[in-house]
């Protein structure tokens, strides 16, 4: 990681715009810059999403050898056996979250969680920080702010969707901020280092 | 492919004793001697199966080098915007087929279709073949042969699913029959090539 006037600069490898801007929002008052880069993100097929996360870095680094972190998360439904898991962002397109929903009708174990595997490339690294927040499916869709899941779950503690808590809230308790929070903490132990 | 003793050998790339038995079954009648193999099959994420068979294929052909096929394949319901696709036997180990009719009800327009896309490397060649058989969701799953969501899928012309018409009919009209075929038809009109 560079860490050249203050600023450690990481590449984000992703073309998903939502998950760069909830990044930057996290990693704000954090000493790291985040940068988008137009390499491919090879995801692999697998159930582990630690697994997609680590063989995305690894491709996307032999490619442009430059620190970078790779983010790969999804919604794990406990009565679905995992559904949808790894392939959130597909069944999402696909069913949504009415498809989701109806899947869930009649089912009263509502338990759910979202998990983010984040895996950094950086000199002789490479790490990979989890995040997961507990939680449940709500019985309709609610709210409007967020993206994904969001309007169809509940974080523990709440009765409010993650979409209908707003960014704000959103941001301090979600997988993805568990996950980058403690990547920005092991950054920021680390010397400056080459890429 | 080698062509010794009269018999072309190719190694097939997967995991799934039913397709590799499937595909025996197919190519019978033909020269074609299917080995089974260990080396590991590379799915990528992507919404289009001809893109997963191919690099998969690349992936085992740099690994292995010898002449080989990869197949993947996928049922894609047109009210579900395709869904489950390329993801199809994730699906089917976390939902089943009873939630695919569940995600179903209600819904008239019943279309579907398998798809299977079969990718072959040998020597200078990497050809993909493609077989789709259409058809229909069935209200419930009925029958026990085959696998997969082969008990909720009715073929067009036929009032029964594919597990109920049984293997024997099955592999006559299947998607993997039409792009096996295919296969066959290609590798009997090549010359010996070296791997």
Redo the contacts between chains.
């Keep these: 990681m560079s860490k050249k006037e203050g600023r450690i600069k990481l590449v984000f490898v992703t073309s998903n715009e939502h998950k760069i801007k909830e990044a930057m929002e996290i990693l704000g008052k954090w000493n790291i810059q985040l940068e988008g880069s137009h390499v491919t993100k090879?995801?692999?097929?697998d159930?582990c999403i630690e697994r997609?996360s680590r063989y995305a870095a690894i491709q996307a680094y032999n490619e442009i050898k430059k620190p970078l972190i790779v983010e790969d998360s999804g919604l794990f439904i406990k009565a679905?056996?995992?559904?949808?898991?790894?392939?959130s962002s597909?069944?999402q397109?696909?069913?949504g979250n009415d498809?989701i929903v109806?899947?869930m009708?009649n089912i009263s174990d509502r338990r759910a969680y979202f998990k983010a595997s984040l895996t950094c490339i950086c000199g002789q690294y490479v790490k990979t920080f989890n995040g997961i927040v507990h939680g449940s499916i709500s019985e309709e869709p609610r709210g409007r702010e967020g993206f994904g899941f969001d309007p169809i779950f509940i974080p523990e503690g709440y009765d409010r969707t993650m979409a209908e808590l707003g960014e704000r809230i959103k941001n301090t308790i979600s997988h993805r901020y568990r996950a980058f929070t403690q990547l920005a903490e092991w950054v920021s132990r680390q010397k400056p280092l080459k890429p």
Tied chains: 1, 2.
């Design positions: 090879i995801e692999v097929q159930d997609i679905l056996n995992g559904f949808p898991g790894p392939y597909y069944v397109r696909k069913i498809g109806k899947l009708e």
